[in-house]
């Protein structure tokens, strides 16, 4: 099972595509953002960024995880 808080972190760093910023959102600093991602990255087991300078892409296994997360987020909604 996927950690919670850290797909919750990589869903919010994806729609706001900069650490800083995800950092703020959720309340964090841009280094446990960052942390959060590795974490993510060793559960899974692959990268799930591209990084091109200070922008990144999501990567195939990147943009899975990310879906499963958008969809997590509507069933605890749902739940609610």
């Known amino acids: 099972m996927l950690n ?6 990589f869903v919010v760093l994806c729609e ?3 650490f800083t910023m995800a950092a703020a959102r959720l309340n964090m600093t841009q280094p ?3 942390q959060h991602l590795q974490k ?6 692959q990268s799930l960024i591209s990084r091109q300078g200070k922008s990144f892409t999501p990567t ?3 943009e899975a995880v990310l879906a499963v ?3 997590r987020r509507v069933e605890e909604r ?3």
């Open 78 to 80: 749902m739940l609610q």
């Open 40 to 45: 993510l990255e060793a559960q899974v087991g």
């Open 4 to 9: 919670s808080r850290w797909l919750e972190s």
């Open 16 to 18: 706001t595509g900069h």
């Open 32 to 34: 446990g953002v960052s």
């Open 60 to 62: 195939p296994a990147g």
């Open 69 to 71: 997360g958008r969809a």
